[in-house]
């Protein structure tokens, strides 16, 4: 394993408990763990119980601060390995061709808290430590490209309305409500991010199947000190794909720990997750080529104007060994960057540079560096001492600098000429000023070109979320107002949402909007340039990320005693050929008689994993058909899984089944019956994720 250089500074931190005598912190053996020392067996405790204290004491303080942001997250050890040249752009050592460098990769959402479900309507973070030659990088990006303002100062008023509202600290982990709606209602600069998070971006099937970006323009710069402006990206090797959203509501009450349980079993079962890592490239030279400003974080370069080039692979190969060590205490921070990354003036980065460092010092406290999980896997040296939780000993009477007496150590690399980090050389000119360019002032194109380049089925996901949200909403003007600013993205758009809250969408922004824009532009709304592409396909996720590998998919075997073997395997060799999974699922758990006689060991009955854990059902034949004919939750299980828009297969024999659902034949259903060639057709079809083409005649609430 690549990472092992930070696995094994890790595992000189971990403690293993076999065949230990139970101690306190102090380490002194502890005799009797069950009783508090008393006067007399009934007497009252005695405050002498240092034993108890130790224990409960600690207890008391195991809370830290969760995160204001993020809190909900799961995470994972692995490694980045890159095969492409790209040493004439940037010197960072970690990316060079054939550079292997261990990581710790965190994905959260955003607004729940610690404990709150996966499935949320929400962006997820997609943050990397990357454990460099060079000190730790630090890429904190999100599975969204984009983001909902463009400067740090509107920050906290973002994450203040979407949060619980502090009254009645409700609704948890969703935007749906009054606060949320008001205050993207008075910010049309969120137009483009709204489009995003009303997609099924924001609620991924898996941790494993989302892109992730960088968001911000970054600087990546070569050993002569030439800049170069770069994006990130994160491809995953699955594709990308997404539940529906009644699929992601179900999943929220049937387990609440999807994606950290899919994310654990898959790592844990040898199906490493994968993504390709991808950089756009753009000259210093072409930064006013373009109809947006590269550091305005709510615009994407299209892949079609300035192509991703794939230059390595991060693979996720360990899980942590235990959550509050490893995934709770990493502190991420955009301001850790190496040599050959720089920061862009992109004000929205520039602010959270301050806000990370600062929230990590009151989360974990002074020296979080020194934490396992923080520390780089070079040593650091420098005359800093002292402070809260500090664990390394710094040796020696001296801790200045300039010295003579420690020969002037540690010394700067200039003196010895040796390299060291060097902020790219950008002249910076300009008046003192609180203002915004208006470069930015064009907040609507790219919110356009998003949804005009999603297929007809992700458009009505589209329509149906805002419609959902919206209707959450208690106050009539807000959602009068978000339905003024869905007008200037798409008039039909707007049409179609308005109808179901029966608003005649207004053709100008409300009044209110057009006051708070004309703080940062007098002139607003601005004649917006020509965008480069009417529409990039790289934005839909059917369209642009559509067909691919089965590997990890789960299908659902609807089964019960007497299910015939042979019916099983006919399935299970083929998809397990290909690396998907067959997950039996029957009325109890624990021993199932199949019609040879076999036993089978069953983990997962019709109650405990329905459908919306599954990506395909299929029903093998056998004597359990007679079981399966009375069985309610089966026929709920078949239901939603055709509602879902997946794929079903049926056995001979199987098929009177459909009687009293309302599953209807149509191409998503495989019949052995009348099919012979059924499990091709099957894994072609689950290939696609869903039957995208029957959403409309299955109804799908999405
Ligand atoms: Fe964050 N963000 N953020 N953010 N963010 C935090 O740092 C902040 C922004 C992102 O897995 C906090 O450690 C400000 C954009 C991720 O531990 C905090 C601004 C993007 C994570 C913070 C932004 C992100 C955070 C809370 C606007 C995508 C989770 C706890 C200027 C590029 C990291 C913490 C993890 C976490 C501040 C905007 C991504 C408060 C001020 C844009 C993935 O420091």
């Given at each position: 394993m690549e990472n092992n250089k930070k696995i094994k500074q890790l595992t000189k931190s971990v403690i293993d408990n076999q065949d230990q005598v139970l101690t306190t912190n102090d380490g002194v053996p502890i005799y009797d763990n069950n009783n508090t020392l008393k006067a007399g067996d009934r007497g009252p405790s005695l405050q002498q119980d240092h034993i108890f204290y130790d224990k409960l004491g600690h207890f008391d303080r195991?809370?830290?601060?969760?995160?204001?942001?993020?809190a909900r997250g799961s995470g994972a050890h692995g490694v980045l390995e890159i095969h492409e040249d790209i040493s004439e752009f940037t010197c960072a050592k970690f990316l060079q061709k054939g550079v292997k460098t261990p990581l710790f990769t965190r994905f959260s959402t955003v607004?729940?808290?610690?404990?709150?479900?996966?499935?949320?309507r929400d962006v997820r973070g997609f943050s990397v430590k990357f454990y460099t030659e060079d000190g730790n990088f630090d890429?904190?990006?999100?599975?969204?490209?984009?983001?909902?303002?463009?400067?740090?100062?509107n920050f906290p008023d973002l994450i203040h309305a979407v949060k619980?509202?502090?009254?009645?600290?409700?609704?948890?982990?969703?935007?749906?409500?009054?606060t949320f709606w008001d205050f993207v209602s008075l910010m049309p600069e969120s137009a483009h991010m709204i489009m995003w998070v009303m997609s099924d971006r924001a609620i991924p099937?898996?941790?494993?199947?989302m892109e992730g970006f960088g968001v911000h323009t970054f600087k990546l710069v070569n050993k002569d000190g030439k800049g170069t402006f770069v994006k990130f990206h994160w491809k995953p090797k699955l594709g990308v794909h997404s539940v529906a959203w009644n699929e992601a509501q179900k999943i929220s009450g049937y387990n609440s720990d999807f994606h950290r349980q899919d994310l654990w079993d898959a790592i844990e079962s040898g199906n490493y997750p994968q993504w390709d890592l991808g950089v756009q490239l753009i000259p210093e030279?072409?930064?006013?080529?373009?109809?947006?400003?590269?550091?305005?974080?709510?615009k994407i370069v299209p892949e079609e104007v300035v192509p991703v080039k794939i230059i390595g692979t991060m693979t996720l190969n360990k899980n942590p060994d235990n959550f509050f060590a490893e995934t709770e205490q990493i502190a991420f921070d955009p301001g850790r960057i190496v040599p050959g990354i720089d920061l862009s003036d992109d004000p929205l980065l520039q602010g959270r540079v301050f806000s990370y460092m600062d929230t990590q010092n009151y989360r974990l406290?002074?020296?979080?560096?020194?934490?396992p999980i923080n520390r780089s896997i070079v040593q650091k040296h420098n005359n800093q001492k002292d402070g809260s939780s500090r664990i390394d000993i710094l040796k020696g009477n001296v801790s200045y600098?300039?010295?003579?007496?420690?020969?002037?150590?540690?010394?700067?690399?200039m003196w010895k000429g040796e390299e060291g980090f060097v902020s790219h050389k950008q002249k910076v000119d300009g008046a003192k000023v609180r203002a915004r360019s208006?470069?930015?002032?064009?907040?609507f194109s790219q919110a356009t070109l998003f949804y005009r380049s999603q297929s007809e089925e992700e458009k009505q996901h589209i329509i149906n979320a805002l419609s959902f949200e919206l209707s959450k909403v208690n106050d009539p003007k807000i959602r009068e107002r978000q339905v003024a600013i869905l007008y200037q993205i798409d008039p039909t758009l707007a049409q179609k949402v308005g109808d179901n809250l029966q608003i005649t969408p207004p053709t100008e922004l409300d009044e209110l909007t057009l006051k708070f824009a004309r703080q940062n532009h007098?002139?607003?709304p601005i004649q917006p340039k020509k965008v480069e592409?009417?529409?990039?396909?790289?934005?839909?996720?059917?369209?642009?990320?559509?067909?691919?590998t089965i590997a990890t998919r789960k299908v659902a075997f609807l089964v019960s005693e007497g299910v015939e073997k042979q019916s099983i395997d006919a399935l299970k060799n083929a998809l397990e050929k290909q690396g998907a999974e067959a997950v039996l699922i029957s009325t109890k758990v624990g021993d199932l008689t199949l019609d040879n006689g076999e036993k089978v060991n069953i983990e997962h009955t019709y109650t405990t994993d329905p459908?919306?854990?599954?990506d395909a059902v299929y029903t093998p034949a056998g004597a359990s058909v007679d079981v399966l004919k009375n069985n309610a939750d089966y026929y709920e299980f078949i239901n939603d899984a055709y509602r879902h828009c997946k794929v079903l297969a049926f056995a001979?024999?199987?098929?009177?089944?459909?009687?009293?659902?309302?599953?209807?034949?149509?191409?998503g259903v495989f019949l052995a019956n009348e099919n012979d060639q059924w499990v091709d057709g099957f894994i072609d079809m689950l290939k696609k994720h869903?039957?995208?083409?029957l959403e409309e005649s299955r109804k799908v609430p999405s």
């Open positions: 195991e809370r830290i601060p969760e995160r204001v942001v993020h607004a729940g808290f610690k404990g709150s479900t996966d499935l949320a890429l904190v990006g999100n599975n969204i490209p984009v983001f909902f303002i463009q400067d740090a100062m619980p509202e502090p009254d009645k600290e409700i609704p948890q982990a969703a935007s749906a409500h009054d099937r898996s941790l494993r199947m030279e072409d930064e006013f080529n373009y109809s947006f400003d590269l550091l305005d974080a709510t406290g002074g020296n979080f560096h020194e934490i600098f300039p010295n003579s007496k420690a020969s002037g150590c540690p010394y700067q690399a208006d470069s930015f002032a064009d907040h007098p002139n607003y592409v009417e529409k990039s396909a790289a934005l839909s996720m059917k369209v642009g990320k559509g067909e691919g459908s919306v854990c599954f001979k024999g199987t098929e009177k089944l459909l009687d009293k659902s309302f599953v209807e034949k149509d191409a869903r039957v995208w083409e």
